[in-house]
T-cell receptor, first 114, second 112 residues
Framework: EAGVAQSPRYKIIEKRQSVAFWCNPI?????LYWYQQILGQGPKLLIQ????????DSQLPKDRFSAERLKGVDSTLKIQPAKLEDSAVYLC????????????FGSGTRLTVV | SQQGEEDPQALSIQEGENATMNCSYK?????LQWYRQNSGRGLVHLIL?????REKHSGRLRVTLDTSKKSSSLLITASRAADTASYFC????????????FGEGTQLTVNP
C-alpha cells in the first residue's frame, strides 16, 4: 500500500513569512496527526483529526498555527507568521481507527526559519 | 510534558552484540509502542504492546512491559550496522484517546 505522502520535503523561509505543508494519509485511514519534531527531541503532537473533525488541538499554538482536513482525506498545516523557533521537522501520520495499532508516518517536511 | 523517557540517551555497540533500551512513563497507559527513525527520515513503527501484555517478539526484537514499574524495554538481538538509528518509545494513555506521546529517544550506533 502507498505510504503517507508529505510535501514539500524541505522549506526555508524568513521569519514572519507564512508556510503551508500538505499531507495525504493512507487511503481509508480515519485518523490523521501532525507532529512537530525539533532537532534532538521526540515528536510532539500538534493536532489530531478523526475524519474531518478535530479531536485534539490542545498543543497547537493557535495564534500562528492552523490546520484543516477537508473531506476527511488530505490535510494542510499552516504557520503564519513563522518564528525562528518553528524550525523543525513536521511529521504527518495516519492510523486506521481511533485506537488502531501503530501509526504510519510520512517522511516529514524539514522547515528552516532564518 | 513528556510521557516516555528513554535510557540511555545514546548507545554504541559492535555488530553482533545485543542492544537494550529502556523507557519509563508516568501515567497509566492503554498501549506502548516503539519506533525507529533513521537520520532525516520519518518514524517507522516497530512493535506495539498492550497494557495487559508482558512480552512481545518480532523477529530480532523483544519488548517487555512492566506496568507496576511503568517501564518497558526494547531488546535488539544480534545487531547489525543497519540498526543504527534513533529509537523512540511512545505511549497511548488510558484517558487520552489515541494520542501518542513520545520520549526523547535513544540514539543507537552499531559499529561494523
Amino acid at each position: 500500500e502507498a505510504g503517507v505522502a508529505q510535501s514539500p520535503r524541505y522549506k526555508i523561509i524568513e521569519k514572519r513569512q507564512s508556510v503551508a505543508f500538505w499531507c495525504n494519509p493512507i487511503s481509508g485511514h480515519a485518523t490523521l496527526y501532525w507532529y512537530q519534531q525539533i532537532l534532538g527531541q521526540g515528536p510532539k503532537l500538534l493536532i489530531q483529526f478523526q475524519n474531518n473533525g478535530v479531536v485534539d488541538d490542545s498543543q497547537l499554538p493557535k495564534d500562528r498555527f492552523s490546520a484543516e482536513r477537508l473531506k476527511g482525506v488530505d490535510s494542510t498545516l499552516k504557520i503564519q507568521p513563522a518564528k525562528l523557533e518553528d524550525s523543525a521537522v513536521y511529521l504527518c501520520a495516519s492510523s486506521p481507527s481511533f485506537r488502531g495499532g501503530g501509526y504510519t508516518f510520512g517522511s516529514g517536511t524539514r522547515l528552516t526559519v532564518v | 510534558s513528556q510521557q516516555g523517557e528513554e535510557d540511555p540517551q545514546a548507545l554504541s555497540i559492535q555488530e553482533g552484540e545485543n542492544a537494550t533500551m529502556n523507557c519509563s512513563y508516568k501515567t497509566s497507559i492503554n498501549n506502548l509502542q516503539w519506533y525507529r527513525q533513521n537520520s532525516g527520515r520519518g518514524l517507522v513503527h516497530l512493535i506495539l504492546i498492550r497494557s495487559n501484555e508482558r512480552e512481545k517478539h518480532s523477529g530480532r526484537l523483544r519488548v517487555t512491559l512492566d506496568t507496576s514499574k511503568k517501564s518497558s524495554s526494547l531488546l535488539i538481538t544480534a545487531s547489525r550496522a543497519a540498526d543504527t538509528a534513533s529509537y523512540f518509545c511512545a505511549t497511548v494513555k488510558e484517558t487520552s484517546g489515541s494520542r501518542l506521546t513520545f520520549g526523547e529517544g535513544t540514539q543507537l550506533t552499531v559499529n561494523p
